[in-house]
């Protein structure tokens, strides 16, 4: 092995003069016997003393690998020349860089790359909160063992629009209709049952709705989620009771309607507002099988769920 001494050269020997077997089977190749040096080393690590070798990693008996850079090349990877390329201009950026803007990593496979462990807070973020130190990112999202990644808000902008556009595509569209579908399967789509189907459930377990009522509206919250796929906010459906809940209005599916986001927030438990066909609300008490408004993308017939022609009776205090 070449001492520490034999190290300290200012020039370095040509790749030319390595080392090489001059017979057997590896006559031609690089002997690794002879290039091996004390001390420790990563990846991509100059020789410190043949040019245009580099340190590839380690035999499992602790034997050191030293090649050129075809090897990188012939593996379709970054050679150690562009990653020390990389370091150089990360070491400039860090150098320069204003407070404002975080660090970046100097070594390691992403060297150039935000710092991610520097931008850690204390507190749980939402995605697109601002960085408490750095105002030009923001929180995207987290890695599976918990690390927080804040991205540009160039970036960040750019991905919620690549996102946007991946979900209103037919693939995009399919394969959230999938993960819904699995959700339900699964129970892990608590929110459906939060909304609706838990209501309905303790309706049946005080005895007000038959078990029968409560499955139909689990249909209908299954009917809910498939027609909001890909659709924007103001887009989207919602299930409302006719009677209100807060007026004795029971989650069955002859009280349920569904309707868009923005007017079931506009009708909250002030009325008892029927959708009509035409997309307006209008005020009748003789209810007839529901039709989706024709002025939406979506339109359905709720007619395999069996509503039924109902007659409400006005509270005179009703306004």
């Known amino acids: ?129 601002v960085h408490p130190k750095y105002p030009n990112y923001r929180y995207f999202n987290k890695k599976k063992n918990g690390t927080q990644i804040w991205i540009t808000l160039e970036a960040f902008k750019k991905k919620k629009e690549q996102t946007k556009s991946y979900i209103n595509s037919p693939e995009g569209r399919e394969s959230l209709r999938k993960t819904v579908k699995k959700q339900l399967e699964n129970g892990t789509r608590s929110c459906v049952r939060v909304e609706m189907y838990d209501k309905a459930h303790a309706e049946y377990e005080e005895g007000l709705i038959t078990l029968e009522e409560r499955n139909k509206v689990w249909k209908l919250t299954d009917l809910r989620i498939e027609l909001n796929v890909g659709l924007e906010l103001k887009d989207k459906w919602n299930i409302d009771h006719i009677i209100p809940e807060t007026h004795g209005g029971l989650t069955t599916i002859q009280n349920l309607q569904m309707v868009p986001y923005s007017w079931h927030g506009s009708k909250l438990n002030h009325n008892r507002h029927v959708m009509a066909h035409n997309g307006s609300d209008c005020d009748i008490w003789y209810r007839t099988p529901y039709v989706m408004p024709k002025t939406r993308e979506w339109t359905h017939s709720l007619a395999n769920v069996e509503i039924t022609t109902l007659r409400f009776q006005r509270p005179p205090s009703y306004s």
């Not at 012939?74 to 150098?95: F, S, V, W, Y």
């Not at 790359?113 to 995605?127: C, G, K, N, R």
Request: hydrophobic share 30%; aromatic share 8%.
């Open 1 to 129: 092995m070449i001492t520490q001494t034999t190290l300290n050269l200012v020039t370095k020997l040509p790749l030319s003069e390595a080392p090489r077997w001059t017979k057997g089977q590896y006559k031609g190749n690089l002997n690794q016997t002879l290039l091996q040096v004390s001390g420790e080393f990563t990846s991509c690590v100059p020789h410190p003393m043949y040019e245009g070798l580099f340190y590839w990693g380690n035999q499992p008996n602790g034997t050191q690998r030293w090649y050129a850079e075809d090897l990188w090349k012939d593996k379709g990877i970054a050679t150690p020349t562009e990653i020390h390329e990389k370091q150089r201009k990360a070491r400039e950026c860090n150098l320069k860089k204003p407070d404002s803007e975080p660090r970046v990593l100097e070594d390691g496979r992403n060297v150039g790359l935000i710092d991610q462990q520097a931008m850690q807070v204390s507190w749980i973020p939402t995605q697109g909160d």
